[in-house]
């Protein structure tokens, strides 16, 4: 089985959609599906230092990059769009990533010139916060382009069950697949040493660390975060907030102005984007890990956090309900007293946290791992394949 995964980037930049394509292709790639990944050479407002229309061999699949202008907030690539033109008809099935994308439509149409059935992967773009977000530009972009070929599609893959019966009133008449976000156990047997983290943020050492791992976004919550932080604050003097994301989007100068407002930007600490051992020990640092958001897809740092052991805050706009019957997160409304209540009781229950922290690792070591999820991918391609 031939795959062909296109997405407009990979950068790091933008985040946890990018990481979960690569090792999903991994993941694939190692049960026995031939992967192959194509996408631009675009990170934020950077470029990445890697050799264009070549193939690049990484750990058992191919990944081709194409350059790529901007128009506006539009990414195009012809070199991309005339590749997939030339070569979607040599896959047997194609997985797209991301939606309202120019440089993911000629996708589209390459599959439907070729009869090649195709996978939609939205990542959290139909929901409904996300489509309202900047619907002035949203609303025609929809009608015209994007839902009539997603309407073509085999199949849309949400991440949860509360993303399908959001996309559910859309109307569409698609089949959706419901496929989560996964973690590499190995990556969780041992977290790092904490000393890494404070060795680079010494202002963190000795402080009670609640962690936001994620894009500094609008969506992400950072004005319900503010005021929540204030709360706790006023209990627990020694609280302190570790926000570890990219701005990619300029929205950082405002991010802090919410800090600033509720008198709290000196117990923030803005780390930017961690990777690696870095992202790792801030992990192993933490006493809390909190996730305010509007709207997510599946939020790959929510796994991460809950694989940490760390008690978790999150929000109902994460779409992970699941860990609300798991008993493993505090899942709450999206306002700010919802969340700083579930942080306060964290901290005024440490030994319920703990185990609630326990019950969060054990569920995702059984449930969201990518060996697990590879296999009910390959599924969903074998299904299509089958009915095409």
């Not at 230092?49 to 990484?58: M, R």
């Not at 350059?67 to 797209?96: E, H, R």
């Not at 117990?267 to 930017?272: E, K, R």
Request: glycine fraction near 4%.
């Amino acid at each position: 089985m031939r795959v062909l995964h296109v997405i407009p980037s990979v950068g790091l930049t933008y985040g946890g959609s990018s990481i979960a394509v690569l090792n999903l292709s991994r993941s694939l790639a190692q049960r026995g599906v031939d992967v192959d990944i194509v996408t631009t050479n675009v990170d934020g407002s950077q470029i990445l230092d890697v050799p264009l229309q070549t193939w690049i061999e990484e750990e058992n699949y191919r990944i081709k990059y194409f350059s790529c202008i901007y128009l506006k907030d539009y990414k195009i690539s012809i070199s991309m769009s005339q590749w997939l033109f030339k070569y979607v008809k040599d896959y047997d099935l194609v997985n797209t990533h991301s939606i309202f994308s120019s440089s993911i439509f000629p996708a589209y149409q390459a599959c439907q010139i070729h009869h090649v059935p195709y996978v939609i992967h939205p990542h959290g773009m139909l929901e409904s916060w996300a489509l309202t977000y900047k619907k002035w530009k949203k609303a025609p972009y929809y009608a015209l382009i994007e839902k009539p070929a997603i309407q073509r599609a085999s199949t849309i893959r949400v991440l949860v069950s509360q993303e399908a019966e959001s996309i559910k009133t859309l109307k569409l008449t698609v089949p959706l697949a419901t496929v989560p976000n996964g973690i590499w156990e190995q990556d969780f047997t041992k977290l790092s040493d904490p000393e890494i983290f404070y060795q680079n943020f010494p202002e963190t050492r000795h402080k009670t660390l609640i962690l936001f791992l994620g894009r500094i976004d609008p969506k992400k919550g950072l004005d319900l975060l503010a005021p929540a932080l204030a709360k706790v604050r006023s209990q627990f003097p020694h609280i302190h907030l570790i926000v570890a994301g990219p701005d990619n989007t300029g929205f950082l100068p405002t991010a802090k102005s919410y800090f600033a407002d509720t008198d709290c930007l000196d117990a923030v600490t803005f780390t930017g984007m961690l990777i690696g051992n870095l992202k790792a020990a801030a992990l192993a640092a933490s006493d809390l890990y909190v996730a305010p958001s509007y709207s997510e897809g599946f939020s790959m740092s929510v796994l991460e956090g809950m694989a940490s052991s760390l008690p978790c805050v999150i929000t109902t706009g994460c779409n992970f309900p699941e860990a609300t019957n798991a008993q493993a997160a505090h899942v709450v409304g999206m306002t700010s007293d919802a969340i700083a209540n579930a942080l306060l009781r964290c901290l005024n229950h440490p030994d319920e946290a703990k185990a609630m922290g326990d019950r969060a690792r054990q569920f995702i070591l059984e449930n969201y791992t990518w060996d697990k999820i590879a296999v009910q991918m390959k599924q969903v391609y074998i299904d299509i394949l089958k009915n095409h």
